[in-house]
């Protein structure tokens, strides 16, 4: 009996926040610690999911009187919650915060300059005049295209006029300086080797100061998304509360191809919480939602 409850408190737990535990009884064999590592890694999921649960676990969770069913979700939510408002889970998520979405410096040190600038040089110390000739004149050609195209700013979508009017001042850049070294593919092709080496490095430094900024920004926006544990939880609780209702746990299925479907084709396009919950039963099922309900509530009044 002690297995098949440790099984059924897996499977009715996992249904709403993805926990792969049964509760913090040295007898079940799991720890707090075990608990603690399956609410963690949860919390950060971007959605909730059905776990994996092999045929003897099902039978095993199917064989146990609903009111055990209920007791063990019961049972393992309040040991979930316990962690959750510890000062442990509370450091733990404030330094992954800070580690995971930091505010780094946007340029480029002088070291990784250096280097770059080496890795040019090294990169277009074999090149011969003749071949380059068509090259340039092939940069000229793309950004005289693309500066002629400046009347048609003022026609863009204000959100975009920052990144178009950004690409018309690099091409015209790159134009005057394609146009100042050409005459040295003839008259000096060591002078215009070193010029565009450092024309290569000098535009790779500043795309990788752009990505900074580009990294800034993204980390920016994933710590607002994620700063409040609380929204996090909330979120995934309805998210939960969503896929699990209405579930017809009288529901009819028949064999096709070796494989349970439903008599109601429709409901073979359920979600698969719905379909979880409804191969577990509905007094886990019910449990967990009035579990997860009253949880939101608190979430929402001490918000």
């Known amino acids: 009996m002690k297995n098949k409850i440790s099984l059924l408190i897996t499977a009715a737990c996992l249904c709403f926040l993805n926990f792969r535990f049964s509760e913090d009884y ?177 535009d790779e430094i500043a795309q990788a100061e752009q990505q900074l900024i580009r990294n800034n920004k993204s980390n920016a926006e994933e710590f607002e998304k994620w700063k409040s544990p609380e929204k996090v939880l909330s979120a995934r609780l309805t998210e939960f509360l969503e896929k699990s209702k209405g579930v017809d746990f009288a529901a009819k299925t028949k064999e096709v191809n070796n494989r349970k479907k439903f008599v109601n084709a429709a409901y073979e396009s359920q979600n698969d919480i719905w379909k979880f919950c409804y191969r577990i039963g509905p007094a886990p099922t019910n449990a967990a939602r009035a579990f997860a309900q009253q949880w939101l509530a608190e979430l929402k009044q001490a918000g």
Request: proline residues 3%.
């Open 26 to 202: 040295s007898e079940f064999g799991v720890t707090s610690e075990d608990v603690q590592e399956k609410f963690w890694s949860t919390l950060q999921s971007e959605s909730v999911y059905a776990p994996y649960l092999n045929s003897s676990a099902k039978a095993a969770c199917r064989s146990i009187s609903p009111d055990h069913q209920a007791v063990a979700v019961q049972k393992a939510g309040n040991l979930i919650k316990l962690y959750y408002g510890s000062q442990d889970f509370k450091k733990r998520y404030n330094s992954w915060l800070a580690k995971s979405f930091p505010q780094e410096e946007v340029k480029v040190s002088e070291e990784r300059k250096a280097e770059i600038r080496e890795n040019k040089i090294r990169d277009i110390k074999n090149l011969n005049a003749k071949d380059m000739e068509p090259i340039v004149d092939i940069q000229i050609q793309a950004g005289e295209s693309i500066t002629g195209m400046e009347s048609m700013l003022t026609s863009l979508p204000t959100d975009q006029r920052a990144e178009f009017k950004k690409q018309i001042e690099d091409s015209k850049r790159t134009v005057a300086f394609f146009k100042k070294v050409k005459p040295l593919l003839k008259s000096d092709f060591e002078a215009f080797k070193k010029q565009y080496a450092a024309f290569l490095a000098q």
